[in-house]
C-alpha cells in the first residue's frame, strides 16, 4: 500500500515531535514515523514497575527547551509543567554534606564549611560563566553557517556569525578559548580550593560525556548544561510534571492539534530515493510512503548507514558518519522507594535536600578515578551519580508516601553497548546503591523495585548508538559547524528533501528542541525558494 504526505518525520522524539508540531502548524500534512510502540524516545515515562509507578527512563530534568517554543507551541494548554528543581545537596561519607541553595548568604555560609576562600570565589565563577553563556549561548539556538563555502549566500551567513563575536573583548575572547578547549578540572580548580566544591561542580563537566574532568573539552560540557533556563533563570532545571514523558506528551498533544498523524510501531526500513533527491520512505511492514520532505530525528548513524544507501551519498560525508564518536558509558537507574532516604548528614525531609539535585561526588579526583577505570576496561570501583526524587513535587509518579528515584551514574567501559554485560551492570548498581548506604542509611532495604539501563539497552531499544546519551559526543571536533558532517551542519543532508534533525546536529545534546524548530525553517525556506524558481521558470517561458 502507497500513501502520500507532504512530510515525514522519521523518529517520535522530542524533535520529531517538534518538527511535526511546526510543520503541521504550517500547513504541511505531516506523518511522524515512531520505531517503538510509544512517542518520546529519550524524554519518555514508562512504567517498567507496574501502573502504580511513572519512570523517567531516561532524561530527567529540563532546562535547555527555548520559552519561545513552549509558547509557539502551546505546550502549557497540553499539560506542559515544570516544578523547579532544588539546589545541589552533596552529602559526604564523613557525615559533611555541601549545598549550594539559591539565598547568596546561606551559600556562601554551606561553602564555607569547606573553605571560606571558594565561598568567596563562587560569586566570580558564576560570573564568570554567566559573560560566556551571555556569547555562547546564542549561537546554540543558530543554525550554523556552512563554514569554508565560498558561495556567497554562505559568505553573507558566515559574516553573520561575526555579531555574536563582536560581544567578545579581548578578555573575553581569551576566557571564551580556554573554555571551549580546556577541562572542568582547569576552571574549576582555578577558582576553587575544596574537594567538595571541585567534586560538585565537576559532574556537569562530564554528564553523558566519554571524558573524565581532567580531559579537554569538558569545560564546554558544563557550559553547554548551563546555557538554559527554568523560569527565564540561567542555568535552572526543573522537573517536568509527569516526567520527561510530559514534555513529550505535550509535544505529541500539539503536534496532533495541528493536525499532524503520529504513530508508533511504525519502523523505517528505508529512506528511498531518485536522482539525489528524497521520494519517501518504507517501513518494516512494507507500507510505502510517498513524501517530497523527509527529516530523520535518528541517530546519524542509523540515518546514513542503514536507512539509506551509503553509496547515494558522498564519500566525505559516509566517512564524516562512520566516524562520528558516539560513546559514553552512562548507567541510568530507575528506583521506586518505600519511603524516602534518610541523610545521616541531613535528617528529616527538606524539600530543598529532597526535592534538590542529589550529587555523589566527594572530589574531582574520585570522578576522574572512576573514568580511569571505565578506560581501563572496568565498570567503576565508585561510579559517581546524579540523583533526583521527582515524586516530592509530583504526586502523580508514585503511590502515597512512596517515591521514585532517577539516578544517573557513570562509568562502565563504552565498549559495553556492544553486549549487554548484565552480571557487569547489576553489580555497578549494586555499588551505585551501596554508595547512597553510606550517606543514608537504611536505603537499601527502602528500595522495592528498580531498572537498570546500560549502553546496551540504550543502544538496542532506544536507538542512542553506542550508548551515547546525545546521539554524539558533545566534543569540540564535533561541534557547531561539525555536528554531524562538514557542510552539513545546517540541518540538510546530500540528499535534496532530507534534512536531519536529531540530537546530533547542532542545537541538540539534551532536550532542547532547537533542531526540531529549525530544521522547519530550512524546510520553509527550500519550498519557498522552489517556488519562486518554479514561477521564474514559468515566466520565463
Ligand atoms: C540516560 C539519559 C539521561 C539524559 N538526561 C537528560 C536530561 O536530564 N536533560 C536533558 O535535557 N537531556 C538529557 N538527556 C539527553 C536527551 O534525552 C536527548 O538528547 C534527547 O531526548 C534526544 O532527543 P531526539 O528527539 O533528538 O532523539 P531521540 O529521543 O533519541 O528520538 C529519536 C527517535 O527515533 C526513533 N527511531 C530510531 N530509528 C528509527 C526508525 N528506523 N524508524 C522510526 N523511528 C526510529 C527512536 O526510537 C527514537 O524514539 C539524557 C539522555 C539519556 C540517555
Known amino acids: 500500500m502507497t500513501v502520500a504526505r507532504d512530510a515525514v518525520v522519521i523518529g517520535g522524539g522530542h524533535n520529531g515531535l517538534v518538527a511535526a508540531a511546526y510543520l503541521a502548524r504550517s500547513g504541511l500534512s505531516t506523518l511522524v514515523c515512531e520505531r517503538r510502540g510509544v512517542l518520546g524516545g529519550a524524554a519518555v515515562s514508562e512504567h517498567p514497575f507496574g501502573p502504580d509507578y511513572t519512570v523517567t527512563s531516561l532524561s530527567y530534568v529540563v532546562s535547555l527547551l527555548p520559552p519561545a517554543l513552549v509558547a509557539d507551541l502551546g505546550l502549557a494548554r497540553h499539560g506542559y509543567h515544570v516544578y523547579p528543581q532544588g539546589p545541589y545537596f552533596a552529602p559526604r561519607a564523613d557525615g559533611r554534606y555541601l549545598s549550594l541553595p539559591a539565598d547568596p548568604s546561606a551559600r556562601r555560609a554551606q561553602i564555607a564549611k569547606f573553605s571560606a576562600r571558594d565561598a568567596a570565589a563562587y560569586e566570580r565563577y558564576t560570573g564568570h560563566l554567566a559573560r560566556l553563556g551571555a556569547v555562547l549561548g546564542p549561537l546554540l539556538d543558530e543554525i550554523p553557517p556552512r563554514l569554508g563555502s565560498r558561495r556567497p549566500p554562505d559568505l553573507w551567513r558566515q559574516g553573520l556569525l561575526l555579531r555574536h563575536l563582536r560581544k567578545l573583548d579581548e578578555r573575553g575572547a581569551v576566557d571564551a578559548t580556554r573554555l571551549l578547549t580546556g577541562s572542568i578540572a582547569d576552571l574549576v580548580e582555578r577558582y576553587f580550593e575544596s574537594d567538595a566544591m571541585r567534586g560538585v561542580l565537576s559532574v556537569s563537566g562530564v554528564i553523558g560525556t566519554w571524558a573524565g574532568p581532567r580531559s579537554s573539552g569538558t569545560a564546554y560540557v558544563m557550559l553547554h548544561h548551563h546555557i538554559g533556563g527554568t523560569d527565564g533563570q540561567a542555568g535552572a532545571w526543573g522537573f517536568p510534571r509527569g516526567g520527561m514523558g510530559g514534555v513529550t506528551g505535550a509535544l505529541a498533544a500539539a503536534a496532533r492539534s495541528f493536525g499532524a498523524e503520529l504513530r508508533t510501531g511504525a519502523e523505517v526500513a528505508r529512506i528511498r530515493t531518485r536522482a539525489g533527491r528524497v521520494t519517501g520512505v518504507t517501513l518494516a511492514s512494507g507500507e510505502e ?160 523495585h528498580r531498572q537498570v539501563i546500560g549502553p546496551h539497552q540504550m543502544q538496542e531499544e532506544y536507538g542512542l548508538v553506542g550508548g551515547n546519551i546525545f546521539h554524539g559526543e558533545l566534543s569540540l571536533g564535533q561541534m557547531f559547524h561539525a555536528r554531524p558532517a562538514a557542510g552539513y551542519a545546517d540541518l540538510r543532508t546530500p540528499v535534496r528533501g532530507l534534512y536531519q534533525a536529531g540530537s546530533a546536529t547542532h542545537g541538540g545534546g539534551g532536550v532542547t528542541g532547537i533542531p526540531g524548530r529549525n530544521v522547519v525553517r530550512q524546510v520553509l525556506a527550500d519550498r519557498r525558494a522552489a517556488r519562486w524558481r518554479r514561477r521564474a521558470g514559468a515566466a520565463g517561458r
Open 289 to 448: 510512503i510517498d513524501a517530497a520532505t523527509v527529516i530523520t530525528t535518528a541517530h546519524p548513524q542509523i540515518s546514513f548507514l542503514r536507512l539509506l544507501d551509503p553509496a547515494v551519498l558522498p564519500a566525505g560525508f559516509v566517512e564524516d558518519i562512520r566516524g562520528w564518536q558516539t560513546r559514553s558509558g552512562t548507567v541510568k537507574i530507575n528506583l521506586a522507594l518505600g519511603r524516602l532516604p534518610v541523610f545521616a548528614s541531613h535528617p528529616g525531609f527538606d524539600p530543598r535536600v529532597h526535592g534538590g539535585t542529589i550529587v555523589l561526588a566527594e572530589s574531582l579526583d574520585d570522578v576522574e578515578t572512576a573514568f580511569q577505570d571505565a578506560v581501563s576496561g572496568r565498570p567503576s570501583a565508585l561510579p559517581f551519580a546524579d540523583i533526583c526524587i521527582p515524586s516530592v513535587f509530583d504526586d502523580s509518579l508514585a503511590p502515597a508516601g512512596q517515591h521514585v528515584m532517577s539516578l544517573f551514574t557513570q562509568w562502565v567501559p563504552y565498549q559495553y553497548a556492544g553486549a549487554p554485560q548484565p552480571a557487569e551492570i547489576d553489580a555497578y548498581a549494586d555499588r551505585v546503591i551501596a554508595r547512597v548506604e553510606t550517606v543514608a542509611p537504611g536505603f537499601t532495604g527502602s528500595v522495592l
